[in-house]
């Protein structure tokens, strides 16, 4: 008996030692000493192999690595200087390791959503919209299997309600990430098929049917939304546009007044409805043109796929983006609107350019690039931008680049006079 009372006294002490090399290891890594990080994981591991942590661990410790700074983290191939605070782009060997190590840990314990998660991020991270959208497939069809009973760190189980909502959570995050239109409703198909009555995901297929003009197929998604969640603010405000666009005058009014009438409208969806009430146009907002450069316009080439389409719309500056704007409850104004269009190139591979007006602030695009990648069946969005005066020193031309997460530069360049030399530019990069 004596024995045994001794061996649990080991055992007690020899699990506080690993929770503080546990606890130690996330400190070290809130702080980024990554390298006395690694060491303390190693701690841990050896005192406590077999815990399911590690794997989230080592996940963590290698995504804080793939973002360490390099001596090339603020140079471009060709070796420009940057004239800008460096913001870093994660390095992709890195975050593959990472996601191989996670993925080890979800095989092991299929059940660990935190895990599953965790590697919906680092895709993100890496822009792999394909294995991002598959994986909110593969956590879907799992749900089916263990009926939503999930578990998450340090070996807690959820209930099934909780369970649940932690996963359409997810579900909806990665729904509305940066994978393209087709892919995204693949993946809300499948959740609304499994969850037919989850109203995130019936909003974000009635938005996808408006901004494909189809409104009454939006409809019949929305007005079900507004069944079960008959105060959201967002499924009201969208109805209202469908109500609008189908000339059913009343019923967009109603919704209309309804979210004025709300206590838990947002404001600034009060506003947009006010506006619509008042003639449309009446109270839309100026738009910054650096939002409209540089977010904005990125998110139109996250969601458009590389088409005939896509092209019709970049091409137009009286389409689809200065609509979409209105509908967030902006507008550009005209001044700004003088914008030239070309299209370099030819079918799916062409680059479509804009040409801003003159940069008169800092940091603004002269032109603005499309530039088509197949892979991940969008577009990636180019800049050549105005960089600071440094001590009088004259501003000097830049190439970025714009992305999901964040903005990047690859340094000065001589000013491209024409869009057709700024594309020359772009490609160097892009091969």
């Known amino acids: 008996m004596k024995k045994f009372l001794t061996l649990i006294s080991f055992l007690v002490f020899f699990s506080t030692y690993a929770v503080e090399f546990k606890q130690s290891f996330y400190d070290l890594l809130d702080k980024g000493d990554l390298d006395l990080a690694e060491i303390f994981l190693s701690e841990w591991e050896s005192n406590d192999d077999g815990n399911p942590d590690l794997f989230l661990a080592k996940f963590n410790l290698l995504i804080a690595k793939s973002f360490e700074p390099n001596e090339n983290s603020n140079k471009n191939s060709q070796d420009f200087s940057n004239h800008f605070p460096m913001i870093l782009e994660p390095n992709d060997s890195i975050i593959n390791l990472a996601i191989e190590t996670i993925k080890k840990g979800v095989e092991v314990f299929p059940n660990r959503l935190d895990f599953r998660l965790a590697e919906a991020q680092a895709y993100a991270y890496s822009e792999d919209q394909e294995s991002l959208s598959q994986l909110g497939i593969e956590i879907l069809n799992h749900s089916r299997i263990n009926s939503c009973r999930w578990d998450w760190s340090e070996g807690e189980s959820l209930d099934p309600e909780e369970g649940k909502k932690n996963m359409l959570d997810g579900i909806h995050a990665i729904e509305d990430s940066f994978i393209g239109q087709n892919l995204q409703d693949d993946l809300l198909d499948l959740n609304l098929k499994f969850y037919p009555t989850d109203s995130e995901a019936l909003l974000f297929k009635g938005m996808n049917l408006i901004y494909a003009d189809k409104y009454e197929e939006a409809r019949s998604y929305l007005e079900y939304a507004h069944e079960i969640v008959p105060d959201n603010d967002a499924v009201m405000f969208y109805l209202a546009m469908v109500y609008s666009n189908i000339g059913d005058k009343d019923k967009e009014i109603d919704m209309l007044n309804k979210i004025l009438e709300s206590d838990k409208a947002d404001e600034n969806l009060k506003e947009a409805a006010q ?120 501003p000097v031309w830049v190439l970025g680049y714009t992305y999901k997460n964040g903005h990047s530069n690859f340094g000065e360049v001589p000013y491209p006079s024409t869009p057709e030399e700024f594309v020359r530019q772009v490609l160097k990069i892009v091969k």
């Open 275 to 394: 506006s619509a009430l008042d003639g449309k146009n009446s109270v839309l907002k100026e738009i910054d043109l650096y939002r409209f450069e540089f977010s904005f316009l990125r998110d139109i080439a996250d969601t458009k796929s590389p088409s005939m389409d896509s092209m019709d719309i970049l091409l137009n500056k009286d389409n689809k983006i200065f609509y979409l704007l209105e509908q967030i409850g902006y507008y550009l104004p005209e001044d700004q609107k003088e914008i030239k269009f070309d299209v370099i190139g030819e079918g799916d591979e062409a680059i479509v350019v804009w040409t801003m007006p003159e940069p008169k602030e800092i940091p603004l695009a002269r032109y603005i690039a499309f530039v088509p990648d197949k892979e991940a069946n969008n577009y990636r969005l180019y800049t050549l931008e105005r960089s600071l005066n440094w001590d009088g020193i004259d």
